[in-house]
């Protein structure tokens, strides 16, 4: 099926350090959602945008939902240890189905 | 959140039998269920549609007698892997709303196939 753009892959960084993520689409979302998933779990619902131009914050997460309805970033700041996983975008239209980023590998080193 | 839950969490088979697995949505009503499935290293595919008292709806390339789907409760889906291979080894994840066709979508805990 079809897949967003997300960037980057994967990301190696230090403890404490902040996070950019993004994806982008050819098609326009009503809805922008986040997901994190842990090895062998299912995805866990970090944020969820509904408006263009949203701006949303969970904790240290921070997720925009694009001017143009056609891309999304999730920042994370001073990252720590158990923000390591695999962290996804999704699209979702009417219907309620998502379309999913390939998604972006985090590793945080102490 | 809302909670949606699976069971098994890991099933191991032989080559040719049938795997049932469950997909509960433990406190709400779930009009519709999502299947996906997930590659090691990889995005979140979407197999198929579960609606309750009707047929799901399948994915382009996803063998409906393959993967049978049955939603005959507002809290149960289930997939069975019929005559199961080991390509059909893979990680199987289904979703739910509480607000029916809109709203935000939570996840199982997943179910690890792998076939023998």
């Known amino acids: 099926g079809q897949q967003l753009n997300q960037s980057p892959q994967s990301m190696f960084i230090q403890e404490g350090e902040d996070v950019s993520m993004n994806c982008t689409s050819s098609?326009?979302?009503?809805?922008w959602l986040w997901y994190k998933q842990d090895p062998g779990e299912g995805p866990v619902l970090l944020i969820a945008?509904?408006?263009?131009?949203e701006l949303t914050s969970n904790g240290r997460l921070t997720a925009q939902f694009g001017i143009t309805r056609k891309d999304s970033f999730l920042n994370i700041s001073a990252s720590i240890p158990s923000d390591v996983g695999i962290y996804f975008c999704?699209?979702?239209?009417?219907?309620?189905?998502?379309?999913f980023g390939g998604g972006t590998r985090l590793m945080v080193k102490p | 959140g809302a909670v949606v839950s699976q069971h098994p969490s890991r099933v191991i088979c032989k080559s040719g039998t049938s795997v049932k697995i469950e997909c509960r949505s433990l406190?709400?009503?779930?009009?519709?269920m999502f299947w996906y499935r997930q590659f090691p290293k990889q995005s979140l595919m979407l197999m198929a549609t579960?609606?309750?008292?009707?047929?799901?709806?399948?994915e382009q390339g996803v063998e409906k007698d393959k993967f049978l789907i049955n939603h005959a409760s507002l809290t149960l889906s289930t997939l069975t892997v019929t005559s199961a291979h080991p390509e059909d080894s893979s990680f199987y994840i289904c979703?739910?709303?509480?607000?029916?066709?809109?709203?935000?979508?939570?996840f199982g805990e997943g179910s690890r196939l792998t076939v023998l």
């Open positions: 999704a699209g979702q239209n009417a219907g309620n189905m998502l379309t």
């Open positions: 945008l509904y408006k263009a131009g």
């Open positions: 098609s326009i979302f009503n809805t």
């Open positions: 979703s739910s709303s509480p607000s029916g066709n809109t709203g935000e979508l939570f």
């Open positions: 406190d709400f009503q779930a009009t519709t």
């Open positions: 579960s609606n309750e008292g009707s047929k799901a709806t399948y």
